[in-house]
């Protein structure tokens, strides 16, 4: 879990990839334009651009702290704190949750929980179109 937040924190995209399943499924939380569940790191992919292009990534950092909650055979929960500027001059200090499933070695399936509405504010989701998601949010 150290290494998926240490890729995180370097944008390190390739090395964030390495450590999913290649079916992992992502479900992320909310009302947002990225809410809804992703069955694979390559749908998951098609949404990071809308993040990072809404961020001052000379003022900004995601996985700036974070801590294991609870890991265990079935599972781990985790809390990550991000911080900065969005490219709107906006504040984006954001904290997530995160719960964790493995399969063969590399994470399975993450629900990610955060504060939807300073995402749609801080990085003007509002203003654009929903991403195509693989249904909706599940667990």
Known sequence: MNAYYEALARLD???????????VVYN???????????ESFEALKTILPLIFEALDFEQ????????????????????????????NGKRYDQRYAH????REGKIATVHE??????????????????CKTDGDFTF
């Open 99 to 102: 719960i964790f499933t493995f």
């Open 60 to 87: 900004f950092q995601f996985a700036q702290k974070w801590k294991i909650m609870n890991d265990g055979p079935d599972g781990t929960t985790a809390i990550m704190e991000a911080k900065g500027l969005a490219k």
């Open 13 to 23: 995209v390739d090395a964030f990839e390495a450590l999913h399943h290649p079916d």
């Open 28 to 38: 992320v939380s909310g009302n947002t334009i990225i809410s809804g569940r992703y």
């Open 113 to 130: 929980f955060f504060d939807t509405q300073l995402a749609n504010e801080s990085l003007d989701f509002s203003k654009k179109p929903n």
